[in-house]
């Protein structure tokens, strides 16, 4: 039986891309040719697509240039609503 690997347009860039669903459903983890693999918790996916594209675009280069072993994880901070980003080992 095949795995269906579901997809969407990639909140930072709008290609179609693949995602997986982790952290329980929290958060989604996407594989992106243009932005690399990063990860967004579900509440920041709808911030995002609130972000100009420039914004969007800083996001996405952050997230090409995180070190190996590392990818970009992006949330919402719970005081502020503001998006916040950084690279985190790529484990779970
Ligand atoms: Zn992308």
Redesign the pocket.
Same mark, same amino acid.
């Given at each position: 039986m095949d795995i269906i690997i579901p997809k969407q347009n !990639?909140p930072? !860039?709008d290609?179609v891309?693949e995602f997986v669903g982790i952290d329980f459903g929290r958060k989604k983890k996407f594989n !992106?040719p243009? !932005?690399s693999v990063y990860k967004i918790s579900i509440a920041s996916e709808e911030a995002i697509t609130k972000l100009s594209k420039e914004q969007k675009e800083i996001i996405?280069k952050a997230a090409t240039q995180c070190r190996p072993q590392t990818m970009l994880l992006i949330w919402t901070d719970q005081g502020t609503k503001q998006i916040k980003y950084d690279c985190v080992p790529e484990k779970d």
């Open positions: !990639c930072l !860039c290609r891309v !992106c243009h !932005c996405s």
